[in-house]
Structures are given as structure tokens and as C-alpha cells.
């Protein structure tokens, strides 16, 4: 099993380990997966109050390692009360991987994991939830146009093959535009392709499709490498920026990671908070010495964001995810299914909060 830190009175710092998603589901579930104090004990109900203390012995493993480095570049990893093991996981593919090993409590992803989760079988409750205040303006995809190809609005879509991952965020953004566009997956080609990586920019470039969701940095770099090419980049016009945090129901009914998992969404959104007030910091931590990208890189990148928004109202959030999940019922053929029960509203004000005070309690 992985190792933990030593402790120091009164705190204990959080323990970071840096694995990747295979490694990790294969140690941890060769061990029986992560446990704690509480492991044999009574469960704790889905629906009764959240533990405020957490117990010793309680540990807790966490996909999240973008606010990972947010928590130890603003100090807040230092105020756990209780080790946490930080694996190198993100996204929905590697975290339901990692959740159906029970080798993960809580994984950070955008709002279709949780519904592939709940369509695959592996039970998961939503406990945090982050969004832009101005989505539109800041979207966090953009759909680059391969080089020679004449699209300059959505309504240019016809006929087109489009890269298309069904489980994730990218395939949901791209059945959405069609509906906008008055479109259906007839109306176009849909081509299979994993989102990660630079496969999107590579295959635009090479004209194997002719338009893809692309974001971030990627959006600059294509148009920087391609533009001369004739290469471009359009608007959507969708909202598309839900990120959450999502936990196991095992997890959840053991009382000691339950009350775990509420100090992380509270530490969560600190964390959040300070990366919003210290861009600065952010980018020389984060996006050049973690991510070897370059100072202008960061600085696009925190442009791009805008401004955060972490409500402590989850309605809103749960009618668009209802919306998303009927028409990903309809469009892939699932079970329709009713959102309300994704999401854990015993959390709903928790990483809000924090995020508004900037305090874990």
C-alpha cells in the first residue's frame, strides 16, 4: 500500500503521491482498495447528516491533480486533519477505471462521467460543483476547423466529419451543437476519437476529420501551427464549463471518508479561491513549473477562464444535467435517468462557502 506522511501535532500533513491511473488500480485493489478506521462498521445512510469530525485512521485517495497542486502551492494542504493520497488520475475514463477497482474515493471531472458512471453500474454521488459566471464568453472548448475546410458558424456543420468521444464532455459538446444547429448525428459523420492529448489538433491538421472540440492552450497552439494553413477556430455559443467532484457510494456510506470527503470539498474551495486571487502565482506553479508550459501560456490560459463560479445553489446546475443526460439518453441510446439522484446535496454549500470565505470551517 502506498505509504503515509508522519504525523506533526495538531495537524497531519496530506500525503502526495503521484501515480498513474494502471499502477495505482492495481496496487490499491491488490491491498482491497483504500480503507479506514470505520471499515466493517455500521453504514452510514445516503441521506442522514454528514460526520463533522474525522475519525483516525481515516484516509482517502483523490484524482484531482490540478487542485492538488493549488493546495500545496497555497499552503492549505498542510490544514487536513487527515492523509490524503493524491493519485495522478483525471478524467472520466481513467476515474471510472479507477472507481470500479474501489481504488479511488473522489475524482474531479466535467458533468458526463457521472452519467456514464450511473449507466455503467458504478454507483457515484456528486459532492462539488464549479462553474464560470460568464460561460459563454469564457467557454472552455472552442471547435477548430481543419485547415481548408469552409465552416464559419455551426449552421456550416452539415456534411462534416466530426471527432466525437462519447463519454465524455467533448462527445456531449458535440451532440449539443448539432441540436442547436437543428442537426442530427444523420446530418453529419461522426468519427470516433479519444479527446486526449493532442489527438483533436493532430487530426484537424491532418484532415483525417474536419472539426473537434478543442481547449485550452490547445486553441492558441492550433491556430498558431495551423492558421497559416488556413486552420480556424469558431464559437459554439453553448455553456459548457461544469466541473465537479464526484465520490463513490461506498465511500460515502463509510462514515469515516464521508466526513473526509467533506473537509476535501471545503479544502477544495480555498484552494479555488486562492488560485483566483493569486494568478500570478498560479501560473508560474502551476502551468510552467508543473505543466512546462510557458508564462504566456499560463496567462492565456487564466484569461480564457474568467471569472469562477461556485454556488452554493445546486438547482440550476441539476436542470442543465438533467437536459444533458435526456439528450444523451436519446442520442446514445441509454436509460433516461432522473440527475436528482447524482447529486448529494449534503454538500451542496460546502466547497461554495468555503470558496466565499475562504476558510475550511
Known sequence: ??????????????????????????????????????????ALALTAALPAAVPKGTTLVVGDPQVEQALKLSGELDNFTFPVTFANISGGPQTLEAFRAKALDLGSVADIPPLQAEWTGVDTRIVAAQFRLQPEAHPLYQLGVAPGVAVRSIADLRGKKIAYSPGQAQGALVLRVLQKAGLTKEDVELVELPSTGDVYPTALASKQIDVAPIGGVQVKRYLSKYGSDGATVIAHGLRDDPGHLYALETSLQDPGKAAAIREYVAHWGVALKWVDEHPKEWIEGYYVKNQGLTTADGE??????????????????????????????????????????????????VGGTAYRTGKAS
Open 1 to 42: 500500500m502506498p505509504s503515509t506522511a508522519h504525523s506533526h501535532p495538531p495537524r497531519r500533513r496530506s500525503v502526495v503521491i503521484a501515480l498513474t491511473a494502471a499502477p495505482l488500480v492495481a496496487l490499491l485493489a491488490a491491498c482491497g482498495g483504500s480503507s479506514n478506521a470505520a471499515d466493517g462498521g455500521p
Open 300 to 349: 492565456y490560459l487564466v484569461k480564457a477562464a474568467g471569472v469562477r463560479d461556485v454556488p452554493t445553489d445546486w438547482t440550476d446546475a441539476i436542470r442543465r444535467h438533467q437536459a444533458t443526460a435526456d439528450l444523451l439518453a436519446t442520442e446514445q441510446d441509454r436509460p433516461h435517468l432522473d440527475v436528482t439522484t447524482l447529486w448529494d446535496r449534503r454538500f451542496e454549500k
